[in-house]
């Protein structure tokens, strides 16, 4: 069965470095997501992106974070410069176009360790 | 926006015995629910999901319920085994346009055998 894959599982970086999370999406999803968890707390929504723009952020997804599909499968989650705060499991996720078709499926996540 | 809460936080249950896991959310246009389970180390992994349309949804030992009017869906697993061993989120969406997930906190889940 398809799955969605992530790169790095583990990724520990200095504050203020730039980081980029990749992610491969299921080949025939055309909507992509981006969530976040920091430990202990709620699964939390980034960013969605459907059809090369991102069509919803939430209040978390300011300037430094951005998301790119820089080509036919991978989908990227580039943040410019970590800071502490920014520690935190980051999950992708993705679901077909069809209408009725609403399962996301989610990826096994990126760890993120800012020092 | 959509905000989602799970309770309780963990829950643990005898083998064979039934668990019940309630979620609340509070805004009124979401209309799709879904429920993940995650293995510790593993991705969330859809188990059911129900639409607003409907009140309750059974698939073999998992059951969700919706009373819209409420605004709060709840999770059943009867005959409990270790495997449910896991934490489980609930989640709510418009299941139109692009289908952001307002997630609970999740809750852990522990069968003793």
């Known amino acids: 069965e398809p799955e969605v894959t992530q790169t790095p599982s583990h990724q520990v970086t200095q504050m203020g470095q730039e980081v980029i999370l990749r992610c491969v999406p299921i080949?025939?999803?055309?909507?992509f997501y981006w969530y976040r968890q920091i430990l202990g707390q709620k699964v939390e929504f980034l960013v969605s992106?459907?059809?090369?723009?991102?069509?919803?952020k939430s209040e978390i997804f300011d300037d430094q974070f951005s998301v790119e599909r820089p080509d036919g499968s991978n989908f990227t989650l580039k943040i410019r410069s970590t800071k502490l705060e920014d520690s935190a499991m980051y999950f992708c996720?993705?679901?077909?176009?069809?209408?009725?078709?609403?399962?996301?499926?989610f990826g096994p996540g990126t760890r993120l360790t800012v020092l | 926006g959509e905000n989602v809460e799970q309770h309780p936080s963990t829950l643990s249950v005898q083998e064979g015995d039934s668990a019940v896991i309630k979620c609340t959310y509070s805004d009124s246009a979401s209309n799709y629910f879904p429920w993940y389970k995650q293995e510790l180390g593993k991705r969330p992994q859809l188990i059911i999901d129900?639409?607003?349309?409907?009140g309750e949804k059974k698939d073999q030992r998992i059951a969700v319920t919706l009373n819209k009017t409420a605004k709060h869906f709840s999770l059943h697993i009867t005959e409990t085994q270790p495997e449910d061993s896991a934490v489980y989120f609930c989640a709510a969406s418009p299941q139109c346009g692009n289908n952001r997930l307002a997630f609970g906190k999740g809750n852990q889940v522990v069968v003793i055998p």
């Open positions: 992106f459907y059809n090369n723009e991102i069509s919803e």
């Open positions: 996720a993705s679901r077909e176009a069809s209408s009725g078709k609403s399962e996301q499926f």
């Open positions: 080949s025939n999803h055309l909507y």
């Open positions: 129900i639409r607003s349309n409907v």
